[in-house]
């Protein structure tokens, strides 16, 4: 006898239920001349069952006490052919395993060592003004790449571009427009002045521009035909005088001097014919006895007053005079008032004026 076979079936996961047998069957051969005992055997590798999931378990076959067996030696190398490819996947996969680990453990290292902190390059030149004239803005630029941030390096701290005034000139610069009209004179008569103007908008000048150089006015003589003479003056007295009691008007009758004819002797009243500075004087005499107050009146306003009295032991009565130099306007009217007044040929009482400057 050459040999006795020995059958030997495979279970999944160890089981003996022959429901979960595998498809695999291996017969073995166990060869009499061939001293395999108990507790020698082959170990088998485990192979994957394609499509189930499941291992099949090439068991370790073991001789029976006493019994010789005979093992097939294609069998024998089925399972030492599963050991190799089982060895080679796990070399394989502790290679993989092990340069893995061993290129993250580099990549850390290169991230640790390769951190670099970002610098600023040199400013670039300013950039073109953003007007052409009066006053604009240039900006200039730097980048963070002197060196750039690398890895956990710090990125550059502050601005990345910078800014200023630029001013390429003026716009425009002032020039005058063409002269106005002569105004009219300053005077009626004799000589005076007349004036015309320019401005400075034929442009106006830009804000850094320049103004326009000269005058802006000119002036020059006008008028030179002669006034006529302007005379104002009167001279007036009274001669006779009732000695009434309440204050009145004086009207002064007689006239001496009325140049521009401006007193009135019917109501006793002076009226401006031109607005200027007049002097008017004033005499007035009173009564023996009697008390006599004077006023010069311009419009309802007093210019200058007082009071005199005749002693009673006066044979006549006696005069008092005064003055006022006074601004007076056109068409106002000027006149005195008074009482008990006393008049004969040798004294009277009188009122005169004159124009001292015309205005």
């Known amino acids: 006898m050459e040999g006795t076979y020995l059958k030997k079936n495979i279970y999944i996961n160890g089981t003996n239920d022959p429901g979960e047998q595998a498809d695999l069957e291996l017969y073995e051969t166990v060869s009499v001349d061939d001293d395999i005992y108990e507790n020698t055997g082959i170990a088998v590798s ?8 499941l291992s099949e378990k090439c068991e370790t076959l073991q001789t029976a006490p006493q019994e010789e067996q005979k093992i097939d030696s294609s069998k024998v190398a089925t399972c030492t052919t599963c050991q190799k490819v089982m060895l080679l996947i796990f070399v394989l996969a502790s290679v993989l395993m092990s340069s893995v680990s061993l290129v993250i453990a580099l990549t850390i290292h290169l991230r640790v060592e390769a951190a670099v902190d970002g610098s600023w390059s040199d400013w670039a030149s300013w950039e073109t003004c953003s007007t052409t ?13 002197s060196p750039a ?18 001013m390429p000139g003026p716009c425009s610069n002032g020039s005058w427009s063409a002269w106005g009209s002569w105004g009219s004179c300053s005077v009626s008569c004799d000589v005076g002045l007349k004036s015309r103007l320019r401005i400075c908008t034929h442009p106006r000048p830009s804000v850094f521009g320049s103004s326009c150089e000269g005058d802006n006015m000119q002036a020059e003589i006008c008028g030179r035909e002669p006034c006529s003479e302007t005379r104002v003056a009167f001279n007036v007295y009274q001669y006779s005088a009732t000695g009434i009691s309440d204050s009145h008007t004086v009207i002064f009758t007689n006239i001496l001097l009325n140049e521009g004819g ?16 007049y002097q008017f ?10 008390n006599a107050e004077y006023t010069l009146t311009i419009e309802g306003k007093s210019f200058a007053s007082g009071e005199y009295r005749t002693p009673s032991d006066a044979g006549d009565g006696k005069c008092t005079s005064f003055s006022a130099v006074v601004s007076v306007l056109r068409d106002q009217r000027v006149w005195i008032t008074s009482q008990h007044l006393f008049a004969n ?15």
């Open 262 to 277: 401006a007193y009135n002797q019917t109501d006793g009243l002076f009226t401006a014919p031109f607005s200027g500075l």
């Open 149 to 166: 941030p690398l890895g956990h390096g710090r990125q550059c701290l502050g601005e990345d571009s910078e800014h200023r005034l630029c």
């Open 133 to 145: 004239c009066d006053v604009g803005l240039q900006t200039r630029h730097r980048n963070c790449s």
């Open 345 to 359: 040929d040798n004294d009277w009482n009188s009122f005169s004026g004159i124009l001292i400057h015309k205005t």
């Open 281 to 290: 004087n004033g005499q007035i005499c009173t009564v023996v006895g009697k």
């Open 46 to 53: 485990v192979l994957e069952k394609p499509n189930s999931g």
